[in-house]
């Protein structure tokens, strides 16, 4: 799992494990990956990263559902070390 560091040494920082599931881990071209990030930083912020990281990931953008730590979450939550987040299409029922 290759590790991204988006700030300097100076700041505090977490790490938060990021995993990828159905189209958006094709569109991503990985499974899964470690991204270190500002410690107080949201999935909006992951969002951006993982967008900048994986540009095929825009197509999915909208509709990308995200849970952490097995709990679906909503774009403003605060991360936290050792988060682990889920990335995927959305499921539809039947």
């Known amino acids: ?22 189209q958006v881990r094709e569109a991503a071209g990985i499974s899964g990956e470690e991204i270190i990030l500002v410690k107080d930083s949201s999935l909006n912020n992951l969002i951006s990263k993982i967008e900048e990281n994986h540009p095929g990931i825009l197509r999915h953008k909208e509709d990308i559902q995200l849970a952490v730590n097995r709990n679906v979450a909503g774009k403003n939550l605060s991360l936290k070390e050792g988060d682990q987040i889920a990335v995927f299409p959305p499921v539809a029922g039947g």
Request: without cysteine; charged residues 25%.
């Open 1 to 22: 799992m290759k590790s991204i560091r988006i700030e300097n040494k100076a700041t505090s920082t977490i790490r938060v494990k990021v995993l990828y599931f159905a």
